[in-house]
C-alpha cells in the first residue's frame, strides 16, 4: 500500500503542493487527476525521490520510502528519457540490469516486455529511429522491466494513438491483476473513468476529492435530469423547472426522427416532478430518468 | 560496484561503437604511424648503389661491405661492370648512383652526396693503401686484418645531438597527444552528463543509482576508452619508429617515461573530467556546454601551451613552476620528464600535489553534480550549489 500524506513544496513563492496526498491499495489502479498546473508532476517526482519535499510523507508498506525501496518500483517520468543511440532491447535490459537484475533475468524480462507491447520488429533498432509512440512503448518497458512492486507513470498516455492505449493499458491491467498498485495521471478523463478504480483530484496543490467513481458519482452534488421529447412545440424547455446544462434539437446520428420535432436536454431541476409534467404536456416522452455524471462532469464542478 | 561497472560498460560500448570512434581511432594510429615513420622517409635512407670497373674493383667491393656491416643504417648494394663506358652508361642510365671506375675516379651524374662521397673515398684509401703495401712486399692478408679497425665509440658529455632530438620529438607528440585526449574525452564527458540531464534519463536512473555512481561510471569507462587511445598511440608509435628505422635505438628510459605519461594522464583526466562533468551538470542543453566549459577549456589551454614550450625550454622559469602546480602540472611535467633530468622530488612533489588535486575536485564535482543534475530548467547558479548547506 502507498500512502502519500501532507506533501508540501513550495518553489520560491509559489506553492506547489499544500498538502496533498492520497493512498493507493495493492492491486489498485489509481488515476491522478488535475488540471496544468495543479501539482501532479511534483507529487510524482516527490514519491519518486527526484524531487525533496518541505513537509509530508511518503509510506511504502507502512516504512517511509528510502533509496533501497525506490529501487523497486518502477517510474516514467512527464519528459520522457530515453538513451537515443542505444537499441531497444539493449536499453530495456540495460535499465532492468542497473534495477539489481541478472543478466538472464533482465534478457527474458525485456524480451517479454518487448513482445507484449509488440516491438518484436524494433527490437535491434536505436531509439531515435523510432515513432513516438513507440518510444513511449519503450518507456513503459523500461519503467516495468525489473517487475516493479509499484507503478508511478506520469502521463503514460499523451500523444498516443487508440491501439497503443489499449496495449499500454492492457500491460498495466495485468499488473495490478497481479497485484502491484499503479498510479498514473492524465487529462484523458473518459480513459481515467474506464481504466481506475480509485481517482483523485488535485487543485492548486490540493485533493479536492477521491474515491472510487462510484463514491465520486454518489457524492456529486448536482443531480441531473436526461429527458428526450418528440413532436413538442419550440419554445417549450423555457417552461421546464432549474437549470439547464445542455440541450439539443438535432436526434442523434443514426436514428432519423419520424416526427417533426425531437427535443433533448439535460437539466438541474429545481422540481423534478414538475419537470416530467412539463414534458408530458410538451410532446412524447420517450426518455426521463436521472444522468449519471461523466467523470469529466465531476471533474469540472469540483475544479470550478 | 556492480552500478559503476554497469554504467562504465554502456559508456564503453555505446561510445565505442560510433563511427566517430572507431575512425577517430584509425586516422589516429594512422598519423602516429606516418609521423613516427616520416624522419626515415624524408631521410630517404642512406641506401646507395654503387657501381665498380677497374683492377681493384674486389677490393673496393669487399671495403664497401665492411662499411655496410659496421653501420645499422647503411646498405650499399655494389654492381661491376667490365669497363669504364659500361659504368658511365649505368650512371647516366641512373642504375647506379656513382662509380669508380680505373681505381681512381669517380663518376656521376651531378656531384656525389656528402655521406656517399665519405663512403667511398674510405674504401678508396682502404683498396689503395693494401694495394700500396702489398707492393711494399708486405703479406697481404695480414694487411687486410690490419685495416680492421673498429669505429669510435661515441661518449658525449650532455647526450648526443641526435638523441636530444628525439627526446624533444618525443616530448613534443607527448603533450600534443595528451592534450588532444584529455580535451576528446572530456568532452564527452560533458556532452554524457548534458545528454542525461537535458533528456531527463537521470529521473530514472537515479531511481536505481546514486548520483556518484553515475558519475563515477561514466568518468571511469570514458577514461577507458581515452586510456586504451593512448596505449594504441604509444605502442604503434614506438613500433613504427623502430621498424621504419626513425629511432633505431630509443633513448634510455623511454618506456619508463611512457609509464608516467599513463599516469600523468589518469591523474589529468580523473581532474578535468570531474570539473567538466560538474560544470556541464549546470546547463541542461547541448548547445550551453561549450559556454559554460570555456573557462575550464582554458585552463586546459595554458597547461597544454606551456607545455608545449617546455619542449624546447623544460628549465624556464614558467613551465618549471607549472610542472609543479595542479592541474597544469599534467601536461607540463611529463613534457619536462621527457627532455631533462627532473630531480626525484619535484616529480614526487608535483604527482602528490595533483593527486589532491584530483580527489578534491572529484569530491567537490561529485557534490555539485548531485545537486544540479536533477535541476530543471534555466541554468543553475553556482552559487546555488556551492551553499553550504546539503
Ligand atoms: N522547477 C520548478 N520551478 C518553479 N516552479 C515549478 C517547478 N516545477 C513545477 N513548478 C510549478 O509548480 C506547479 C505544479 O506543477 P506540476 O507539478 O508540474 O503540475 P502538473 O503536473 O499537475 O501539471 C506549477 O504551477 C508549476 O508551474
Ligand atoms: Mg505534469
Redesign the pocket.
Known sequence: MLEIDGLRKR??D?V?LDGAGFTVRPGEMFGFV??????????MRIVMGVLEADGGAVRWQGEPVGFATRRRFGYMP?ERGLYAKMRVAEQIEYFGRLAGMSPAEARSSADELIERLTLTERRDDEVAGLSLGNQQRVQLAVALVHRPELLVL?EPFSGLDPIAVDALAGVLAERTAAGVPVVF?SHQLDLVERLCDSIGI?KA?RMVAGGTVAELRARESRKLLHIVVTGAAPGWTDRLPGEIVSKTDRPPAGESAETARYDEVVLVPSDDQEALRVAGQAGQVQHFGWQRPSLTEIFREVVA | MNAILLIARREIGVRGRTKGFRYGMLVTVALVVVLAALPKILGGGDDYTVGLAGQRADRLQAALAAQDAQADDLTVKVKKYAGTAAARKAVAAGEVEAAIVDDTTVISKTTVGSGLSVLLDTAHRIAATEANLAAAGLDPAKVAQAQQVAPLTEQALEGSGEQAAIRQGIALVIVVVLFMLLIQICTWVAMGVVEEKGSRIVEILLTSVRPWQLLAGKIIGLGVLGLSQLIAIAVTGLVAAQVSGSIPELPDGTYALMARVVLWFVLGYAFYGAMFAAIASLVSRQEDVSGVLTPATMTMMVGYLVGFLAVREPDGALAHVLSIVPPFSAMVMPVRSAVSDVPLWETGLAIGLMVLAAAGILALGGTVYRRAVL???ARVRWREVLRAAS
Open positions: 518553489y520560491g509559489l506547489a488535475g488540471a496544468n498546473g495543479a501539482g501532479k508532476t511534483t507529487t512527464e506520469d495521471s488535485i496543490g | 535541476r530543471t530548467g
